[in-house]
């Protein structure tokens, strides 16, 4: 017989499943043929699909050695990479493409072996070379999306995937990641949407139920979340997604027994889960029980210590607990890992405390206003270490921040988010500083006033409100009802109706007698002053930043609001201000105080239960009362 005869004798005899004789037939040919590469190289292939990938890969050399052809180097590739050698399957697939640059499937094999040894970004390019030859690759879009997420870019990894999809609808696999990017991309009506899309295509994983939950529960439509969480745990007794979410929603939800209650139950099917020790700790610190969330937290940490999530949930509440502060600052530097952390990107290194004098340090806000104000504090205790500061901060803050008191003038340059920075050595988030100078209870420095009014705006403001309704006599007294949103972090959307409340929920206030209210709300919920339940001055269309918010608060005896930004701005100030708070508070303010160790002129009215504005609004206004009974100059020290 002769070798092509061989040859095909043995491939029919492979393809048919008769692999034993397949290989008898291969290894006539070679004892037949000695300087066969092909029958070197089919053999590899027949071992290569038993997974028998080390001996696929001598054969495949001894092909080489015989005959260097680029699709023996692709298949050497292969069986490397099934062994997993990475490196050497990476340089086979080199080797592939050199000798044939159209070979994509080589360049596939690089892209997969890049990624594996940790060059991602080397992997994207090599997946986007192949895509530009097969645009309808759906593997090569879903391994680019592999990547991009990798790479914490889930809105890029979500396009990816979605192309997966597109090219393939039956991909089940690429649906689940399409909705899983979207949401960590913070677009839940999007994943909803994909969801949905999925499963119209039939597509009934019970990853996609449970991805299709999460973006439910991200919409606020927890009812509709549960019942998908229960679908899956009656299909799939035990399933630690499902279980994941449903705990996660039922405490965002304040049913925090339940959500208890359903964490046991979960940790009965997988005791340690970290996900589930993580949900039940946040519950169990909505019911105030702090050293029991912190001890199921630091399971949850020890369970999975590379989840960034349940370190950060861990430092809240050990922040919350007041007496492990210094540790909960240090654990709150995993939220820099988080997928939903914004990535700056820059060279420089971040600083960790080490001596700066005469270098230049760039300190970045990273949150919201709130956050903002409340850690610009730092700044002058960073300049105290003789370094040049740069002080990047939102737009809105700029002005108000450009004037920082006791900081020599020229020791500070202020920049808005979005303008270009000047060169630096080392920066540091605002956000890091209670970190970096070891803060716990007694070292917070909450020497106040640490913002300054300018007096041009201040006496413009003075000027404006004593011509206006509340420039009689009584009380000037502002107030803020409800936050901004932030309808970009699907954290902050679920928080802000919990921390917010309708202009009408304060008519209490509105009884108390001598008392002229002056409006500091911006935004959609200032709309509601167009049928006030009661007379209140609303200057806030012509203010344009917050250094006209601080002139006007300048001019006020009090500021009543609900934990926003306009609440540490005064209490920046060193003005009074009485701070409604919602039952489960930001951590900031603790448990069981009513006062507060950041804000000296700051007093607590917190709901004794979720969603019961009621017994506070009694409390404030009882106060408010007596406060207005008495002289101007005690009330401006209340």
């Not at 997974?51 to 050497?76: C, D, G, M």
């Not at 589930?276 to 169990?284: C, D, P, R, W, Y």
């Not at 344009?544 to 609001?561: C, H």
Request: glycine share 8%.
């Amino acid at each position: 017989m002769t070798l092509d005869q061989i040859l095909e004798n043995a491939s029919t005899l492979q393809q048919s499943g008769a692999a034993e004789a397949a290989e008898r037939a291969y290894l006539v040919a070679i004892s037949h043929f000695p300087d066969s590469a092909e029958a070197r190289y089919r053999r590899g292939l027949l071992h290569l699909s038993q997974n028998r990938s080390a001996t696929a890969a001598i054969l495949f050399r001894q092909a080489l050695a015989l005959a260097p052809a680029p699709r023996f180097y692709l298949f050497l590739g292969a069986a490397l990479e099934q062994d997993g050698r990475a490196q050497a399957a990476a340089a086979a697939y080199r080797e592939a493409v050199a000798g044939a640059p159209d070979l994509v499937e080589a360049k596939f094999g690089l892209g997969r072996c890049q990624h594996l040894m940790g060059q991602i970004e080397a992997a994207v390019a090599t997946y986007r070379e192949v895509l530009a030859a097969r645009p309808q690759a759906s593997p090569v879009w879903f391994n680019l999306g592999m990547a991009l997420h990798a790479l914490r870019r889930p809105a890029d990894a979500a396009s990816a995937f979605r192309a997966a999809v597109t090219s393939a609808p039956d991909n089940a696999e690429a649906w689940v990641n399409l909705a899983f990017m979207l949401e960590l991309a913070d677009q839940p009506e999007a994943a909803l949407g994909a969801c949905e899309a999925a499963r119209a295509a039939g597509i009934a994983l019970p990853a996609l139920l449970v991805n299709h939950a999460s973006a439910l529960r991200a919409l606020g439509r927890f009812e509709a979340a549960i019942a998908l969480c229960t679908e899956v745990l009656r299909q799939t007794p035990g399933d630690a997604d499902a279980y994941a979410t449903l705990t996660a929603t039922l405490a965002e939800m304040g049913q925090y027994d339940r959500a208890i209650a359903t964490a046991d139950l979960a940790l009965e099917y997988h005791p340690g889960l970290a996900r589930v020790e993580s949900n039940k700790g946040i519950a169990l610190l909505g019911l105030g029980r702090i050293e029991a969330a912190i001890a199921t937290l630091r399971r949850g940490v020890a369970a999975n210590p590379a989840d960034p999530d349940i370190a950060v949930n861990l430092a809240l509440v050990l922040l919350t607990s007041g007496t492990h502060m210094r540790e909960g600052f240090a654990l709150f530097e995993h939220r820099r890992r988080q997928i939903t952390a914004a990535a700056r990107g820059f060279s420089r290194p971040c600083w960790q405390g080490e001596d700066i004098a005469g270098r230049t340090l760039l300190l970045h806000a990273e949150q919201g206003f709130g956050d903002t104000l409340q850690f610009i504090r730092y700044v002058k205790l960073v300049a105290a270490s003789g370094a040049r500061i740069i002080l990047e901060v939102q737009p809105e803050l700029a002005r108000l921040c450009a004037a920082l008191p006791g900081i020599e003038p020229g020791g500070i340059q202020v920049v808005a988010t979005g303008a270009a920075l000047p060169d630096f050595d080392l920066h540091c988030p605002l956000l890091s500083l209670p970190h970096v100078f070891g803060t716990d209870l007694t070292t917070i420095p909450a020497a106040i006033p640490y913002l300054a009014v300018d007096p041009a705006l201040a006496n413009l403001w003075a000027s404006r409100l004593s011509t206006g309704p509340v420039g009689g006599t009584g009380l000037r007294v502002g107030l803020v009802w409800a936050g901004h949103a932030q309808s970009h972090r699907a954290y902050a959307r679920r928080i802000d109706p919990r921390r917010s409340l309708a202009l009408a929920t304060l008519a209490p206030l509105g009884a108390v007698p001598g008392i002229a209210f002056v409006s500091l709300q911006k935004g959609a919920p200032a709309e509601e002053l167009a049928n006030p339940p009661f007379t209140i001055s609303d200057p806030m269309a012509e203010v344009k930043d917050f250094a006209e918010t601080a002139a006007i608060i300048a001019g006020l005896d009090l500021v009543i609001s609900v934990d926003t930004a306009v609440a540490h701005l005064a209490g920046a100030l060193g003005k009074p201000v009485w701070m409604l708070s919602r039952f489960d508070g930001c951590w900031r303010w603790l448990r069981e105080r009513q006062d507060s160790p950041w804000y000296p002129t700051l007093r607590l009215y917190r709901q004794p239960s979720p969603g019961d504005w009621a017994p506070a609004l009694a409390a404030l206004a009882a106060d408010l009362a007596k406060l207005s009974t008495e002289a101007p100059d005690a009330a401006r020290a209340a």
